[in-house]
Structures are given as structure tokens and as C-alpha cells.
């Protein structure tokens, strides 16, 4: 079983930033690609980012790409999500999912193990 515990959401106004953590326990995270998702109230759960195993590939959704940067410290079985230049229509709670392989894509399905989510919440 993989334990996936998201950290470091909050209030923050237009144009701050965040950083995300996502301490995982339970196997080999250098293994297993991660993902960052979001659920905005009233829509469906959003793809944000995805890293692979080692860290050498990495994808964004269109409207994040040049604010948010995913990354990950394998050492300390965690992944990050930096979020700069935030705007309101990135409120959210934000999921980290871990997937079924070294390779993912932005395609929910392949993540098996997800946390129990931080909110964000970008004030105008």
C-alpha cells in the first residue's frame, strides 16, 4: 500500500506563489511516475503536471505551462509542485497521485494511489 500526504496549500493573492509537497511511503518512489491533479467546486478532476520516475520528463497542462514547475527528490521520496503567478481560476484542492509505472500520462487511470488532496485557495 502507498500513503501519498499532500502539503503546503493555502490563501495566497493574484500574482503570489506556492510550493506543494507530496511525501510518499509504501515502495520504490523512484519506480513510479507522479502527477499533481485539481478539482475546482463544481468541475471534474483536472490534470496539472506529471513527472516521470527519474525526473527526466515532465508535462504540464497548457494553462499552467511557465507558472507551475514539478520536480521531485527521489532521496526524500517526495515530489513537488512550485506555483508562481497564481491566478483565481486556479482555486482548487490539489491531489498528488502516484502511477502505475515509470511512464504516465495525463490520463487519471494511470495513477493507482492518491492523497486525500490540499486546497488552494488564490484570492482576486
Known amino acids: 500500500q502507498v500513503q501519498l500526504v499532500e502539503s503546503g496549500g493555502g490563501l495566497v493573492q493574484a500574482g503570489g506563489s506556492l510550493r506543494l509537497s507530496c511525501a510518499a511511503s509504501?515502495?520504490?518512489?523512484?519506480?513510479?511516475?507522479m502527477g499533481w491533479f485539481r478539482q475546482a467546486p463544481g468541475k471534474e478532476r483536472e490534470f496539472v503536471a506529471r513527472?516521470?520516475?527519474?525526473?527526466?520528463?515532465?508535462n504540464y497542462v497548457d494553462s499552467v505551462k511557465g507558472r507551475f514547475a514539478i520536480s521531485r527528490d527521489n532521496a526524500k521520496n517526495t515530489v513537488y509542485l512550485q506555483m508562481n503567478s497564481l491566478k483565481p481560476e486556479d482555486t482548487a484542492v490539489y491531489y498528488c497521485?502516484?502511477?502505475?509505472?515509470?511512464?504516465?500520462?495525463?490520463?487519471?487511470?494511470?495513477?493507482?494511489?492518491w492523497g486525500k488532496g490540499t486546497q488552494v485557495t488564490v484570492s482576486s
Open positions: 509504501g515502495r520504490t518512489f523512484s519506480n513510479y511516475a
Open positions: 497521485a502516484a502511477a502505475r509505472s515509470f511512464y504516465s500520462t495525463h490520463d487519471p487511470a494511470d495513477y493507482r494511489y
Open positions: 513527472i516521470s520516475g527519474g525526473g527526466g520528463t515532465t
